[in-house]
Nanobody, 122 residues
Framework: QVQLEESRGGSVQAGASLKVSCAAS????????MGWFRQAPGKEREFVAR????????YYADSVKGRFTISRDNAKNTVYLQMNSLKPEDTAAYYC???????????????WGQGTQVTVSS
């Protein structure tokens, strides 16, 4: 059983940068593919980025490609999401997730954090 806890998000102006993290406990962090998802009010949860166990492969949604970077530190049991050039449409609750396979479908992930709010104003 893995517990995931995201760091606090924040409210920023468009064009700003923000980095959120997700600390894992209770399991073998390096055994899991890690993903970030987001959900805006009234919308379905959508894939943002994922990273393989050894950080060798990352994959991004087209909407964030070139602006967001996912990384992980297995020694610290932590995954990060660096968000640059933020846009108002990036406003959402951001969730980290752990799974055993690389996927964009949230149903393929087994463990979830509680979410952290990121708000981008124009």
């Amino acid at each position: 059983q893995v517990q995931l806890e995201e760091s606090r998000g924040g409210s920023v102006q468009a064009g700003a940068s923000l980095k959120v993290s997700c600390a894992a406990s209770g399991g073998t962090f390096s055994s899991y593919v890690m993903g970030w998802f987001r959900q805006a009010p009234g919308k379905e949860r959508e894939f943002v980025a994922r990273i393989t166990r050894g950080s060798d492969v990352t994959y991004y949604a087209d909407s964030v490609k070139g602006r967001f970077t996912i990384s992980r530190d297995n020694a610290k049991n932590t995954v990060y999401l660096q968000m640059n050039s933020l846009k108002p449409e990036d406003t959402a609750a951001y969730y980290c997730a752990a799974g055993l396979t690389s996927a964009t479908n949230p149903a393929r992930y087994d463990y979830w954090g509680q979410g952290t709010q990121v708000t981008v104003s124009s």
